[in-house]
C-alpha cells in the first residue's frame, strides 16, 4: 500500500526513529511502512496521522490506493 508516510516524515524534518519514538513502534516498521512492504493497523495510521496533522485517508492515500485497486479489476 502506497503512503505519505516518507514524504510527510521528511516534511517535519524528522527521522525514521524519532516518528517511531512518537508512534511507540520500532524504525524497522517505519521503514517497512516507507517502502511499502508494511500496511500499517488503523490504529499506528491514526497516530502517525495525528504526528503530522493530517488524516489518515491522506496518509495512506486511500483514494489512489483505491483507484488502482479497481484498474487491477
Not at 521528511?10 to 527521522?15: C, L, P, S
Not at 517502502?35 to 491522506?58: C, I, N
Amino acid at each position: 500500500m502506497k503512503t505519505r508516510v516518507k514524504e510527510l516524515r521528511n516534511a517535519m524534518g524528522i527521522t525514521q526513529q524519532q516518528l517511531a519514538d512518537l508512534v511507540h513502534v520500532s524504525s524497522r516498521t517505519i521503514i517497512s511502512i516507507e517502502k511499502g512492504q508494511y500496511s500499517p493497523s488503523l490504529m499506528l495510521a491514526y497516530r502517525m496521522a495525528q504526528v503530522f496533522h493530517t488524516t489518515v485517508e491522506d496518509l495512506c492515500c486511500l483514494r489512489e490506493n483505491l483507484e488502482h485497486e479497481e484498474e487491477l479489476k
